[in-house]
Nanobody
Framework: DVQLQASGGGLVQAGGSLRLSCAVS????????IAWFRQAPGKEREGVAC????????VYSDSVKGRFTIASDSAKNTVSLQMNNLKPDDTAVYYC????????????????WGKGTLVTVSS
């Protein structure tokens, strides 16, 4: 049974930090890409960060580059997203998602999704 469980969201003031975690079960990390997406009210789902399992290559959206860090722990089957210097524009529901193969930007390419975790950044 495949499950992705995202956790770690909450309310934080602008400039603060949060760490999201995605626990993956029923899948192995080999030859895969695991990404964090977010969706704010009234907006489309957008990719935030992605890590490719075979070489730990990472990709970030321009809006979070330098503030967010994605990391994976294949032994624990978890992927984290460290979010620093948070801004009100980062407010959204954050989702982790899994696909086999290489990184692709489109969310439609990801086969498995976790339920989201809400991040709210107050000004």
């Amino acid at each position: 049974d495949v499950q992705l469980q995202a956790s770690g969201g909450g309310l934080v003031q602008a400039g603060g930090s949060l760490r999201l975690s995605c626990a993956v079960s029923g899948l192995t990390f080999g030859n895969s890409a695991i990404a964090w997406f977010r969706q704010a009210p009234g907006k489309e789902r957008e990719g935030v960060a992605c890590i490719v399992s075979d070489n730990d290559d990472t990709v970030y959206s321009d809006s979070v580059k330098g503030r967010f860090t994605i990391a994976s722990d294949s032994a624990k089957n978890t992927v984290s997203l460290q979010m620093n210097n948070l801004k009100p524009d980062d407010t959204a529901v954050y989702y982790c998602a899994f696909k086999t193969g290489v990184y692709i930007r489109s969310p439609q390419s990801y086969s498995y999704w976790g339920k989201g975790t809400l991040v709210t950044v107050s000004s």
